[in-house]
C-alpha cells in the first residue's frame, strides 16, 4: 500500500518527468476545482514547462479575480487544434466528470489524478489523493512546497479560494488544525481572506437570489422533518436569468432546517435527467447513496445524475436517504 509521502513524490516525479501538459478539472467548476487547475498552471510555469488549461464550459464568473484566469479556455466556444498525451486532472473523483475535454486527450495518454473525493476510482497513470484533505487545494499545498520553488500573493489566492470554498468557509469538518495552519501561512503571504469570503460565500447576483427564492418555493420535507428538498427547473432558471454557477449554496438551505439530517437540490437537467445534489449532517453517508446511483463525492456532500422524470427521481433518491437514515 502506498503512502501519501510516498505519492507526492511520484506526482513530483511525473510533473519533472513529462512536458506540455492539460489540465483539467471537472465540468460546471466549483471554486476548488478552478483554483487548483489555475494552480498547476503556476506550479508548471514556475517550472519553466508548457500546459494548456482547459474546461468543458465557462469558469463562475465570481472566480474571474484569479491570476490568469483568463486562460482557462472554455472548449464550448474553443476550437480543437491538436491532442495531448501528458494530462493533469484536479478535483475530479471520476475520469467521466471531465466531460467532453476527453476530446482533447491522445488515447492512452500519460494522466496524473490529483484529487480529494473518497470516491476517486483511482484512474490515471499516477494518483495523488487524500481523502481526507479539506480541498484538493490542500492536496497541491503540500505539493508545491515539494519543489521548493517559493510562494507569491497568486498562488496563496489560489490555494485559499480552494480551501476557502470546499470548507464553507471553515465551517464544515474537513477543517483540521492543519487546514488552519496552511490558511494562516496563504494570509501571511497577502490574501484578502475576509474579502475573499465576502464575495465568495456571502454576496448573491440579483440572478442567484432569484433562482434561490423560486428554489426556495418548490421546498418539501419528510413526515419525520429529518429530509427535506428543493428542486429547480429550466424554467426557473430561465425566469431568473441564472446560470449553473447560480445554484451553488442552494442545497444548503434545505439541510440549514433545524432538525434536518439530509437536505437535497434536484436540478432537472430535461425531460429525462436531473441532477441530485445532497448535504449531509453527519448521520448519513451521501457519498454511499450518490454511489448507489453512479455518482459520488464525500460523506457529507455529494451528487448525482439519474435519468426519469423529476417525480421519479425524487422519489427514488428521497426514499434511499430514509433507508439510509
Not at 479575480?65 to 479556455?73: D, P, R
Amino acid at each position: 500500500m502506498r503512502t501519501y509521502e510516498q505519492d507526492l513524490i511520484g506526482a513530483k516525479q511525473f510533473i519533472e518527468q513529462h512536458d506540455d501538459f492539460l489540465i483539467v478539472a471537472h465540468v460546471q467548476p466549483d471554486g476548488d476545482a478552478v483554483s487548483s487547475t489555475l494552480a498547476v498552471g503556476w506550479l508548471l510555469s514556475r517550472l519553466g514547462k508548457t500546459f494548456t488549461m482547459v474546461n468543458e464550459g465557462p469558469i463562475p464568473q465570481r472566480m474571474t479575480y484569479m491570476h490568469k484566469s483568463e486562460e482557462i479556455l472554455n472548449m464550448s466556444v474553443t476550437e480543437r487544434t491538436r491532442t495531448y498525451s501528458n494530462v493533469i486532472c484536479v478535483d475530479c473523483a471520476d475520469f467521466k466528470r471531465v466531460g467532453l475535454v476527453s476530446q482533447w486527450m491522445e488515447e492512452g495518454a500519460n494522466m496524473l489524478n490529483i484529487d480529494h473525493h473518497p470516491t476517486n476510482d483511482g484512474y490515471g497513470t499516477q494518483t495523488l489523493i487524500k481523502a481526507d484533505a479539506a480541498a484538493t487545494a490542500e492536496v497541491l499545498y503540500d505539493l508545491i512546497a515539494l519543489f521548493e520553488i517559493g510562494w507569491d500573493r497568486n498562488i496563496a489566492e489560489m490555494l485559499y479560494t480552494g480551501i476557502l470554498t470546499d470548507t464553507g468557509g471553515f465551517r464544515y469538518s474537513s477543517t483540521s488544525p492543519k487546514v488552519m495552519e496552511i490558511a494562516s501561512h496563504l494570509l501571511e503571504l497577502g490574501v484578502n481572506g475576509p474579502d475573499l469570503a465576502d464575495s465568495l460565500l456571502e454576496q448573491l447576483t440579483k440572478p442567484q437570489f432569484d433562482v434561490l427564492t423560486l428554489a426556495l418555493g418548490t421546498l418539501q420535507m419528510s413526515n419525520d422533518g429529518k429530509v427535506a428538498w428543493v428542486h429547480v427547473t429550466p424554467e426557473h432558471m430561465i425566469q431568473a436569468g441564472a446560470a449553473n454557477e447560480d445554484l451553488e449554496g442552494i442545497v444548503n438551505y434545505p439541510r440549514n432546517i433545524q432538525g434536518v439530517e439530509v437536505g437535497v437540490l434536484f436540478k432537472v437537467i430535461d425531460e429525462g435527467a436531473v441532477k441530485a445534489s445532497m448535504r449531509s449532517a453527519g448521520k448519513v453517508d451521501v457519498a454511499a447513496v450518490a454511489a448507489e446511483f453512479g455518482g459520488g463525492g464525500h460523506v457529507r456532500a455529494a451528487g448525482c445524475r439519474l435519468e426519469g422524470s423529476l417525480q421519479e427521481v425524487t422519489e427514488r433518491v428521497i426514499e434511499r436517504i430514509r433507508q439510509a437514515l
